[in-house]
């Protein structure tokens, strides 16, 4: 899985990290684009509210999202776009713990 941090530095950075997890932040602005990357299990939480679409391999999903939510992120590869009028601000706490074996595919963005 390809860093975040690496593949996007202009747009993610490390604030926090620990054996047990990372915590990012990530800032962009409308129109902005990420390269693919991948999350470990995550979670998200959004300081701003936001829209983007996010593409993994052939799946496509569009997400809108208010301020001051915290959502769940399946460990995935993606790569995104923001398709509002806002910046997207968000800060995601990654997990370091190996994910727990699926019986069916990760949920592509964010749930509940």
Same mark, same amino acid.
């Given at each position: 899985m390809a860093d975040p941090v690496e593949t996007n530095p202009d747009?993610?950075?490390?604030?926090?990290?620990?054996?047990?997890?990372?915590?990012?932040?990530?800032?962009?602005?409308?129109?902005? %684009?990420?390269?693919?990357?991948?999350?470990?299990?995550? #979670?998200? !939480?959004?300081?701003?509210? +936001? %829209?983007?679409?996010?593409?993994?391999?052939?799946?496509? #999903?569009? !997400?809108?999202l208010p301020a +001051?939510?915290?959502r769940w992120l399946d460990a995935q590869e993606h790569s995104g776009m923001n398709i509002g009028d806002t910046a997207t601000h968000s800060v995601f706490i990654e997990l370091k713990e190996p994910p727990p074996t699926r019986d069916t595919?990760?949920?592509?963005?964010?749930?509940?």
């Open positions: 747009l993610y950075r490390v604030v926090f990290e620990n054996e047990r997890v990372r915590v990012l932040e990530y800032v962009d602005a409308p129109g902005d %684009r990420t390269q693919p990357h991948g999350h470990p299990d995550s #979670v998200m !939480v959004t300081l701003g509210a +936001f %829209r983007r679409r996010l593409w993994s391999g052939e799946r496509e #999903v569009e !997400v809108e +001051f939510q915290a595919p990760p949920t592509l963005g964010p749930s509940d």
